[in-house]
């Protein structure tokens, strides 16, 4: 099985093989295990300036990247036994045409929402979906608000919209034996800043929260976040790369998630990290954020918007920490046996398969190089202070 795989990385990311000698290194996720897996053909950004013969590489140049990914995909794609999108630029439009060319290609387009807090984008992905909920073979989805939505308000057939569990790497994102003197929040879409850094007013609790530009865009929420006057001392802002992020979250008792209304599931990478290194979220109560955190198990769900509700969540777990330890194992163990890494790439190579008539591997599981994990790491210092927009 070939498959042409799709996706958005940057044209920042390291080379291949920097990539495969990082994850051995534990220093990043293990991002290559799926592509290995499928046997893909990664058509990125950088595939687009390597790759293609050189007037196409020319063409490429002076369009955005998105539209040349659809153009690249049109001509290399009956070279593979399969078309796997997880790019929504890129997945929508080129589904389209594939219809419109009578293509018989299978095409599985992992769909991380249909809808957001923009709603322009929101309509003009639901007018997308709608065009082309028969032509895709399968459309992988992890939030079972929007599969129900895809289901129910715009047509699509239930066995076209897999509910997929999202993975996390189980083995990078792991508990760490370092004292814990911070909370943090990290990420950017659809985040409620302002509530969250009202809720930290008045408490003596260090808070890093990870957020600023990525690929040279900065969200909105983000430049909210950095309009706040008169920012609490303990408060300090910064992206970090994911070495620095698992020190971050190894270093905080634990994380808080402040959302926007939304009936997505906003938030969910960072849930899911926070949980797999053993640490308890705090997260705003949203229509679509409702697949992972179990209430007073393994998070604390909060109103949405209220300050003071979230400023007792955080006193009150912070000032217990057995609490905290014994909701963090708790999220550790529900992570790894029903989020881990090798599942979640064993279940899209089972779909794969299936839409190419082969023999189902869901039975099977994805083999993980031998690492601890749990592996000890020396405490690191992270830099408290702000850094500025």
């Not at 153009?71 to 045409?97: M, Q």
């Not at 923009?118 to 997308?128: N, Q």
């Not at 979250?249 to 808080?256: E, G, I, Q, W």
Request: proline letters at 5%; charged letters at 25%.
């Amino acid at each position: 099985m070939k498959t042409l795989y799709i996706i958005s990385k940057g044209m920042d990311k390291p080379q291949d093989h920097e990539i495969r000698r990082l994850e051995t290194e534990d220093k990043i996720p293990r991002v290559s295990l799926l592509e290995d897996t499928i046997s893909a053909q990664v058509l990125d950004e950088r595939y687009l300036t390597e790759t293609p013969p050189f007037l196409r590489r020319l063409f490429y140049s002076f369009i955005p990247v998105s539209i040349a990914q659809v153009f690249e995909a049109l001509f290399i794609h009956n070279r593979y036994d399969s078309i796997l999108t997880h790019t929504e630029k890129v997945s929508f439009p080129l589904a389209l045409i594939l219809k419109w060319t009578g293509s018989r290609k299978p095409h599985i387009v992992v769909l991380s929402r249909i809808t957001s807090v923009d709603r322009k984008a929101s309509e003009k992905k639901i007018w997308f979906f709608k065009k082309i909920r028969n032509s895709v073979s399968r459309f992988l989805i992890w939030s079972s608000v929007q599969r129900k939505l895809a289901i129910e308000k715009l047509g699509a057939h239930p066995e076209k919209i897999v509910l997929l569990k999202r993975g996390v790497d189980q083995l990078f994102w792991s508990p760490r034996e370092v004292k814990t003197d911070m909370i943090c929040s990290a990420g950017m879409e659809a985040r409620d800043f302002p509530t969250l850094v009202d809720a930290l007013r008045g408490l003596d609790i260090p808070c890093h929260i990870a957020a600023g530009a990525t690929r040279g865009d900065v969200f909105k929420t983000v430049q909210r976040l950095h309009q706040i006057e008169d920012m609490p001392e303990q408060v300090s802002i910064g992206l970090k790369k994911p070495a620095d992020l698992r020190t971050l979250y190894a270093r905080s008792r634990f994380t808080v998630v402040s959302l926007l209304p939304s009936d997505s599931d906003n938030g969910l990478t960072t849930i899911l990290e926070s949980m797999a290194m053993g640490k308890p979220v705090i997260c705003t109560k949203s229509e679509g954020q409702v697949d992972i955190i179990q209430d007073g198990v393994t998070g604390i769900y909060v109103p949405q918007g209220d300050s003071e509700a979230m400023r007792d969540a955080i006193q009150t777990l912070w000032d217990d920490p057995e609490r905290c330890k014994k909701m963090g194992r708790a999220a550790r163990e529900f992570i790894v046996k029903h989020h881990n890494l090798e599942q979640f790439v064993a279940a899209i190579k089972d779909e794969l398969n299936q839409v190419m008539g082969l023999k189902s591997v869901r039975s099977q599981t994805v083999p993980a190089p031998p690492k601890a994990t749990t592996p000890a790491i020396q405490e690191e210092t992270l830099q408290l202070k702000s850094e500025k927009f």
